[in-house]
């Protein structure tokens, strides 16, 4: 590829930029767009109406300014801890690779592009392999600048990433102190439950706990069959049970006359609602259903103390480790309860099914990735399809095709990936939302880092030397080859995948045409109907480290990869705190545990840059930047370790001086009484969760500001986070 196909795609990238920017600027103003660009205000009941005018149409960079000056506290307020922590992953990233991009832009680029001794045609003319280490010969002593900017950007990252987990941890401790009582805290989730002919689930948690957790033991709730049919069929019986009782004008009257005259969608859930006790039991006796055939082989568990709860989550019950399962409750607001039925020793084979099907998943989608690395090499594409010989010597024709069209159809295909591994991770067994869209992160990172890294890599050597893996020896050597011959690609895919999915998240295309069409085509006037989405952090958390991989990965290799990256994480700063701040409403809250998953990414991808560097200095014949490599890689690993010892453990359980200084504090306070009584109804399988402001989730309230002044937040009365 030639510099003058990467300034067209460029050129592509920056009108459709700035054209669906332009759009978003105008759209925003409409009142009709508030459900799509101001979900949050919606949520809140906070709708204004603006009167027509010329100002309305007119393209403005206000919404830039906003979200620039949107403090770190403002978005803890709106988003929760998540949001922070996903604003600076952007953060980190684009600190680090703005020392990446001033290093290689200033120091390997100039040694790259003089690396022969030949003459230069005209610079836009010139193959990109020129700035790249491909064009340093053999044996030259200038190498040393690609070790030098290789050990100045592994020191920098590592650096920042210490300082971005220590911070993050401190921000989690006091997430988790200063928040209202959470009940998660006083809750196990127990699984596994054996059965026994002779006493319902019910009786038999109430007698092992009672048993064996005599002082700690507070009461617990059983989990029964929740699946769509179950609540119907029983709704159902519960109507005709009433009817068939005489009892229609007491019981039954009310709800008949809400369901038939327009009254809440949700009336049968109200039945439900109404029969549910909080203390313990549904009263499924008062009706005469058989309560044993609903009930699950699992069920949540109160205990006295947020210390007896840590406690009897992490301990193993019995000698059996199939039996009396306990993991720590997730908070009433992320309990994902159709899975909380699934039986216990079912989960092994869930797993290894659904490590069966992403690896299936990632075989099949190796036909599109193959078909687009085939369009970035003309030369072979006219050998494969003589036909296009004459199309693809047009000049503008091949600069589109191998600048442009192959990141285009690699990014239409990745559209399936996201929704394909979140429904996976339902289908493993997650028990919480946001362990399932954690899962998801996982699945979907490790998905893009292969299929749009490695399978292109070794897909382009296919394509170029038909048998890449002839020895398996060979592999470093093959990796040390194809990377440099690759990053070409990389730097057009984040020309268009990256800007262009900010853009396109900016203006949120999927959620405005949905809106249009219950408008102009199904003549809904009611557009309220749409609930305001989550954050998909399963999605723009792989999206952003794909990039950072990319470009610690391609830096020193190929450095005009560096100063788009920077663009790029500039403006997804913008957008993502925007999107944050007016569109998303946050029902849930890890507690920033999205950020290990960064830091594992960046370790890896500095080893990995780190490995193949090593092999491009082998080939390059320059054993003195080899050696040099050697000590950073040794000493990257045991910096990665150092802070899995030191941080992640916080990430994965409570401290137990926390939870009993804690504890301590509410029974000094007196509130210890009115967390108990709280617990059944927080809880409670079908009723909304409380909604007590002194009892809460740690996840904000969803009654949101609207996102023309974030500082208005503080004067509305919404519940803030307790410092």
């Known amino acids: 590829m030639k510099l003058v196909a990467l300034f067209t795609s460029a050129g592509i990238n920056i009108g459709v930029c700035a054209v669906l920017l332009s759009l978003y600027s105008i759209l925003r103003k409409q009142p009709g767009n508030v459900n799509v660009y101001f979900g949050r205000r919606l949520a809140s009941k906070r709708s204004r109406r603006t009167d027509l005018c010329l100002e309305r149409f007119v393209p403005s960079p206000s919404w830039i300014l906003k979200a620039w000056h949107t403090t770190e506290d403002e978005l803890l307020a709106v988003g929760g801890?998540?949001?922070?922590?996903?604003?600076?992953?952007?953060?980190?990233?684009?600190?680090?690779?703005?020392?990446?991009?001033?290093?290689?832009?200033?120091?390997v680029l100039p040694v790259n592009y003089y690396g022969q001794d030949r003459e230069h045609e005209d610079l836009s003319f010139e193959p990109l392999e020129v700035f790249s280490i491909e064009n340093v010969k053999e044996g030259s002593r200038w190498l040393w600048a690609h070790c030098l900017a290789l050990y100045i950007i592994t020191i920098a990252a590592c650096a920042l990433s210490y300082f971005e987990f220590k911070a993050i941890t401190n921000l989690r401790l006091v997430h988790i102190i200063g928040s209202p009582p959470n009940p998660s805290h006083f809750a196990i989730v127990v699984r596994g439950i054996p059965w026994s002919p002779e006493v319902s689930y019910y009786e038999t948690v109430r007698k092992f706990f009672s048993n064996y957790h005599e002082s700690t033991y507070l009461s617990h709730q059983m989990i029964y069959k929740s699946g769509t049919v179950e609540k119907l069929k029983d709704d159902a019986e519960l109507m005709y049970k009433s009817i068939k009782g005489n009892s229609f004008d007491q019981s039954c009257k009310p709800h008949l006359t809400q369901c038939f005259c327009g009254g809440p969608r949700n009336s049968f859930k109200m039945i439900s609602n109404e029969i549910s006790s909080i203390h313990g039991r549904t009263a499924y006796n008062d009706v005469n259903l058989d309560?044993?055939?609903?009930?699950?082989?699992?069920?949540?568990?109160?205990?006295?103390?947020?210390?007896?709860?840590?406690?009897?989550?992490?301990?193993?019950?019995?000698?059996?480790?199939?039996?009396?399962?306990?993991?720590?409750?997730?908070?009433?607001?992320?309990?994902?309860?159709?899975?909380?039925?699934?039986?216990?020793?079912?989960?092994w084979i869930r797993k290894i099914a659904i490590l069966v099907?992403?690896?299936?998943?990632?075989?099949?989608?190796?036909?599109?990735?193959?078909?687009?690395?085939?369009?970035?090499?003309?030369?072979?594409?006219?050998?494969?399809?003589?036909?296009?010989?004459?199309?693809?010597?047009?000049?503008?024709?091949?600069?589109?095709?191998?600048?442009y069209l192959p990141s285009v159809i690699l990014i239409l295909f990745l559209y399936t990936v996201p929704p394909t591994m979140m429904q996976f991770s339902a289908i493993e067994g997650s028990i919480s939302r946001s362990r399932r869209k954690k899962s998801a992160c996982y699945k979907v990172l490790f998905f893009l880092i292969w299929n749009v890294f490695f399978v292109n890599v070794f897909t382009g050597s296919v394509i170029s030397q038909l048998s890449i893996f002839n020895r398996i020896t060979n592999l470093p050597e093959q990796l040390a080859k194809e990377v440099p011959a690759q990053a070409t690609f990389f730097i057009t895919y984040v020309l268009s995948s990256g800007w262009a999915s900010l853009a396109t998240e900016l203006i949120q295309i999927f959620p405005l045409f949905w809106i249009s069409f219950q408008?102009?085509?199904?003549?809904?006037?009611?557009?309220?109907?749409?609930?305001?989405?989550?954050?998909?952090?399963?999605?723009?958390?792989?999206?952003?480290?794909?990039?950072?991989?990319?470009?610690?990965?391609?830096?020193?290799?190929?450095?005009?990869?560096?100063p788009f990256l920077l663009v790029y994480f500039f403006l997804g700063y913008l957008v993502y705190k925007n999107q944050l701040v007016n569109v998303y409403v946050t029902k849930y809250d890890s507690g920033g545990e999205f950020w290990p998953i960064?830091?594992?990414?960046?370790?890896?991808?500095?080893?990995?840059?780190?490995?193949?560097?090593?092999?491009?200095?082998?080939?390059?014949?320059?054993?003195?930047?080899?050696?040099?490599?050697?000590?950073?890689?040794?000493?990257?690993?045991?910096?990665?370790?150092?802070?899995?010892?030191?941080?992640?453990?916080?990430?994965?359980n409570n401290s137990a001086q926390i939870l009993i200084d804690m504890d301590?504090?509410?029974?000094?306070?007196?509130?210890?009484?009115?967390?108990?009584?709280?617990?059944?109804?927080?809880?409670?399988?079908?009723a909304p969760p409380t909604t007590d402001p002194d009892f809460s989730s740690n996840a904000p309230s969803q009654d949101l500001e609207g996102s023309n002044r974030v500082s208005e937040i503080s004067e509305t009365g919404n519940p803030q986070p307790k410092r």
């Not at 009611?526 to 958390?541: I, K, N, V």
């Not at 560097?613 to 150092?642: D, N, Q």
């Not at 009115?674 to 399988?685: G, R, S, V």
């Open 81 to 107: 801890l998540d949001a922070v922590v996903f604003v600076r992953i952007v953060v980190f990233s684009l600190r680090v690779f703005s020392v990446a991009a001033i290093i290689c832009t200033c120091l």
């Open 598 to 652: 960064a830091h594992n990414t960046t370790v890896f991808a500095l080893i990995f840059t780190q490995i193949v560097a090593l092999g491009v200095f082998g080939m390059k014949r320059s054993p003195v930047a080899s050696g040099f490599t050697i000590p950073l890689l040794i000493l990257t690993i045991l910096f990665h370790e150092y802070c899995r010892q030191r941080f992640l453990p916080i990430f994965k």
């Open 664 to 686: 301590r504090r509410d029974e000094h306070d007196g509130k210890m009484e009115e967390i108990y009584d709280q617990l059944h109804a927080a809880y409670c399988q079908f």
């Open 519 to 562: 408008r102009y085509i199904l003549r809904c006037k009611d557009d309220s109907l749409m609930a305001p989405p989550s954050f998909p952090y399963h999605t723009e958390t792989p999206r952003i480290l794909l990039f950072a991989f990319l470009g610690f990965t391609c830096s020193i290799l190929a450095p005009l990869i560096a």
């Open 357 to 403: 099907a992403s690896v299936v998943f990632m075989l099949v989608f190796l036909i599109p990735v193959t078909f687009v690395q085939g369009m970035t090499q003309l030369d072979h594409l006219q050998e494969s399809l003589p036909f296009l010989k004459g199309i693809l010597k047009k000049k503008y024709v091949s600069q589109i095709v191998t600048g």
């Open 291 to 347: 309560e044993r055939k609903k009930e699950c082989a699992a069920a949540f568990v109160f205990f006295k103390t947020r210390y007896a709860a840590l406690v009897a989550s992490r301990i193993l019950q019995t000698s059996n480790p199939m039996l009396w399962v306990t993991d720590q409750a997730p908070e009433p607001h992320d309990i994902y309860w159709s899975n909380l039925c699934i039986p216990y020793g079912q989960l």
